[in-house]
């Protein structure tokens, strides 16, 4: 398996390139049609590989990619990888070392706008498995492989609910695999387990009709400012906790064996704080660790607040309105909708008289994902990066969120991460990098994945 690898890494990589050319941002519309180019690559890419069905999917957006592989046993299991093939704009350009779109090689490294997040990490797993074939002598995988690469999870994934519902049934799967998350480092390889969940509100209060002069009617009438800086300084309570109604009720909290798990990373909270914008103090809900909180923690942040005078000099009114933009990120088991009514009536019990309240949400926000680390298909994919990397595999989740909470809900199997992204890969920013050597041992690991699939999920 190895050996394949690694006399065919050369073309790998030149694959790799070309596709890393075509400037796909999906943010921007002036690069739709670099999109579309994106997708019929990977097409031709794949049925080059040998993928008996490979077709581009439209959608109202931008196109995604499926691809099938049968299994010779019908009855085999079947897992669908799920990965994106547009990428983050480019700006500030100016801080690029090279062009972002002409993927270059600096050591061990590969610098390019989608190097890691996520066209390297996808097309890893089109080596791994003429891999598996190769070395196994089989002309088809141990377990039917299907394969649906996005074109819009950069821009929040608008169309891809619409686009799972109306294939639900060529998509159906026994496990989903991910390829678009990191490892803890180079040396230290990892799984996540699991990404927070999303919701989003913007507050505003409303007081008179008018600015008014604070002389004549400041301290006789209500302030909305004051009411908002009363509503968002009792979000949380002395120990960190959030102070909604219900909030903690549906969270699937930490088990010890998770608690120990994270305890073994090689955690380093002082340099933890200085990537974090020189922070000067951890801090969050009582009784966890920073890990943990970023990890397995719901929170509520306050992201802006507004209202009255804030040009230069003075002006002494009472304002007639005040707003903030507050985020919740979501662990397993939380509801975004749920949490949204829970602010409400939060803001309804608290807000003084002759204040009006209004809510607003952004969107529907994004379910928490969560794969249980003593899960079949978690310890299969374990077992094949532990045979890749030849040491033990710990675990991790990540703080952020994206779309693999709709995949599992609405296509009913459950996520497993393979991936070998790294946190120092400078995903979304200037210089986007991928560890070469890396992406080898990603293509390792999914080449031992469908045996450990086929054998765990049966």
């Known amino acids: 398996m190895r050996a394949y690898i690694e006399a065919n890494a050369a073309g790998f990589f030149a694959d790799l390139k070309e596709w890393l050319a075509i400037p796909s941002v999906s943010g921007n519309p002036a690069h739709a049609d670099d999109v579309r180019r994106s997708a019929a690559w990977l097409a031709g890419h794949l049925r080059g590989v040998g993928f008996p069905t490979v077709e581009v999917w439209e959608t109202p957006g931008l196109p995604a990619v499926f691809a099938e592989w049968p299994a010779e046993d019908s009855d085999a299991p079947v897992a669908l990888i799920y990965g994106h093939h547009d990428v983050q704009p480019v700006e500030p350009l100016e801080e690029w070392e090279t062009d972002p779109f002409r993927p270059v090689e600096r050591g ?8 890691s997040d996520d066209k390297g990490q996808v097309l890893f797993h089109s080596l791994g498995l003429r891999a598996a074939l190769a070395a196994s002598g089989r002309t088809a995988p141990p377990v039917t492989v299907k394969m649906l690469i996005e074109g819009e999870e950069e821009s929040g994934s608008p169309n891809l609910p619409d686009l799972l519902r109306r294939n639900a049934q060529r998509l159906a799967c026994d496990v989903i695999v991910i390829s678009d998350t990191t490892m803890w ?11 927070r969940g999303l919701t989003e509100v913007e507050l505003s209060l409303y007081g008179p009709d008018t ?36 909030f903690y009720d549906d969270v699937i909290g930490l088990t010890d064996e998770e608690r120990r798990l994270f305890a073994r990373l090689p955690f380093d909270e002082a340099e933890w704080l ?10 969050g809900e009582a009784g966890y660790t920073t890990l ?4 397995a923690r719901p929170t509520a942040e306050v992201n802006g607040m507004w209202g009255g005078h804030t040009g230069p000099g003075g002006k002494t ?14 662990v397993a088991g939380q509801d975004p ?9 939060y803001v309804a019990e608290r807000t003084p008289p002759g204040i009006r309240a209004e809510v ?17 298909a978690v310890q299969a994919a374990r077992r094949a990066m532990e045979r890749a990397f030849g040491t033990e595999v710990l675990f991790t989740r990540e703080g952020g969120s994206g779309p693999e909470a709709e995949l599992t809900e609405i296509l009913g199997a459950p996520l497993v991460f393979v991936a070998v992204g790294l946190d120092s890969d400078r995903i979304h920013a200037p210089n986007e990098k991928v560890e070469m050597p890396l992406l080898l041992k990603g293509a390792e690991s999914a080449a031992y994945l469908w045996d450990e699939l086929a054998a765990a999920l049966r």
């Open 317 to 330: 009114i009472v304002p007639r309105e005040a707003h903030a933009k507050i985020s919740f990120r979501l």
């Open 185 to 195: 480092a180079a040396d230290v390889p990892s799984m996540c387990t699991g990404m």
């Open 108 to 115: 061990e490294q590969l610098i390019g706008r989608g190097a």
């Open 274 to 283: 200085r990537t974090a914008g020189n922070s000067r103090a951890a801090w």
């Open 292 to 295: 943990e909180r970023v990890w």
């Open 337 to 345: 909708e749920k949490v949204r009514r829970s602010f409400e009536q």
């Open 360 to 376: 607003r949400a952004h969107s529907d926000g994004f379910r928490a994902c969560f794969s249980p680390i003593d899960s079949p």
């Open 211 to 246: 600015d008014l002069h604070s002389g004549s009617f400041g301290g006789a009438v209500p302030n909305p400012l004051h009411a908002m800086a009363s509503l968002l300084a009792g979000l949380h309570d002395e120990n960190g906790r959030v102070a909604l109604p219900g």
